[in-house]
């Protein structure tokens, strides 16, 4: 149905860039450099300068991208690593996946997003790292965690897969980009991310020479010489023809994430005036630190309402997701493995209040307009 109304519109986007997409995918089918490419290095140095000027690898997933920033570290079995409770499954998994430890904290009610005190709960003498988790498209306060973490030797992973392109100011007024300030930064490029391409595909950022070419070393079979290998790696690569598209679409990134964030505003406008003091509901809360590049527009619902809302909104027509129902301690993956650093109570709440509207970058008055009276009309 050309106006039923969808999370994402992958579609819509896709139509108004197609000659270039088009003719980029042509291209990597012309030249057959399907692994590898001059596309890739192309699109890696383009993102390289998007990205503060950081070293770029790119690889197969965000989750990959994840595993590999762990390996080059040279994490062992037995270190632990803070990561916060209410995230996407993916940040946690790879650190138990290489037998380290996941310590889990609290996440703020607000933001969403860990908080320097929530990190400091996390701390023991086996620490090594922390990944911070941009969440829905807001930074974490990364300038207190940058500190906590260089006070005690601590590598910071970012995991960015949801806010490619925002950005973060510093308090001496320096700004930089998610991904960009922590030891190495993670993202993925899967379809629906604010930078997505038509497959799967991720990337790595880092500041430190040394550091990206060991990154580089543990994507490709941990060799830099054909053959020739060096230490345990992996096998995880970005395709050329995902990296076409990547190159076309980054150039739109930064409109992207203003489109996102325009209909964000105007959702939060709306639902303000029909909910002054957020009785039925709250709305997402904004740092003046970071952008918001609303990766996803997230309300949390009162009163055990939310299942009864989406539900309501399905009915209508409304498509609407929760992202995610339940806090890391709570899956039964994670229960044997994992310290929990600290009560976890908001990451708790969080999941069992929250549910994601349709946002993305073709959105129009009239869709928004149908959303929020589907909304309303359920609490009204
Ligand atoms: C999507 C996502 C990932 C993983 O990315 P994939 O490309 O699906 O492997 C990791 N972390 C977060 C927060 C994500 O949203």
Redesign the pocket.
Known sequence: MANQIQMIDLKGQYLKIKDEVDAGIQAVIDDTAFINGPAVKQFSEHLSRYMDGRYVTTCA??????QIALMALGLRPGDEVIVPAF??V??AEVIALLGLTPVMVDVDYGTFNVTVENVKKGLSSKTKAIIP?H?FGQSCDMEPILEFAKEHGLYIIE?N??AMGAEYSFSDGRKAKTGAMGTIG?T???PT?NLGCYG???AIFTEDEELAERIHMVANHGQRVKYHHDVIGCNSRLDSIQAAILDVKLKHLDEYCAARHKAAAYYTERFKAFDPEGKYFITPEEMPESTHVY?QYTLKIKDGKRDGLKAHLAQSGIPSMIYYPLPLQEQTAFKHITRAAEALENSRACAYSVLSLPIHTEMTREIQDRVIAAVESFFA
Not at 61 to 66: E, H, I, K, R, V
């Open positions: 997933n965000g989750t990959d991208a994840l995230t996407y993916a940040s988790v969440l995991d897969a949801q993670c993925s490029f899967f991310k799967d595909g991720g990766h």
